[in-house]
């Protein structure tokens, strides 16, 4: 992983230990980190310890780091290397620019990009109901059909009250079976309530 930024891995006076308790300060009311490449990615979460989403910028097809402008700032400007090295914060600020442009280009809800990190992570159980809500129904059917009993409690109402999303849980009610690994013996044993052969039957 190459540095682009010219500042030293030890530099700055903040030791690792205590770098989770200041990322909890910094990163309290944000829902959802950016990051280059998978290394960044797996770095920060092992030290969040997965109490944020993170999104690999690489997965949405970000620019490559050299591609982007060479910038300079005041600290590389007193180490005399400002041809050479990115400017951190610029490079931050190019990215978010990026971001901006291809989300106007395609789409620009919101709803546009949670349904493209729900491709990549395939967490949505994870997801908060907030942002769940932003799926339409036939993307939950068509991506998500297999989990909706594990998200139902996170479902608007109105797709609680949907005959269609109903049909895609589990038939608990006829198959309530008692099992060591519940998750497989569900997957294979209990039947979605479109396919209860007793349900069919208005039992």
Not at 32 to 46: H, R
Not at 83 to 99: F, G, R, S, T
Not at 191 to 201: F, G, H, R, T
Request: glycine share 4%.
């Amino acid at each position: 992983m190459r540095n682009y930024h010219g500042i030293l891995w030890d530099a700055g006076d903040i030791p690792y230990n205590k770098l989770n308790d200041v990322l909890d300060i910094i990163l309290k009311d944000v829902a959802y980190i950016y990051v280059k490449e998978s290394e960044k990615k797996q770095w920060l979460s092992d030290i969040i310890r997965g109490s944020k989403t993170i999104i690999n910028l690489g997965n949405l097809g970000g620019p490559s780091m050299k591609n982007i402008e060479i910038t300079s700032c005041h600290y590389h400007e007193y180490r005399k290397s400002n041809l050479i090295y990115h400017c951190a914060l610029e490079n931050v600020k190019q990215l978010k620019c990026w971001m901006e442009k291809k989300s106007q280009m395609q789409n620009p809800s919101i709803g546009r990009s949670l349904e493209l990190y729900y491709h990549l992570e395939e967490r949505i159980e994870d997801m908060r109901p907030q942002d769940i809500a932003y799926f339409t129904k036939e993307f939950i059917l068509k991506f998500a059909s297999t989990k909706i009993d594990r998200i139902w409690n996170k479902l608007p109402e109105n797709l609680q009250k949907d005959e269609d999303i109903i049909a895609h849980r589990r038939c608990h009610k006829h198959y309530n079976p008692i099992a060591i690994d519940y998750d497989e013996f569900e997957r294979i044993i209990i039947p979605l309530m479109k396919d209860c052969s007793i349900c069919k039957e208005g039992k």
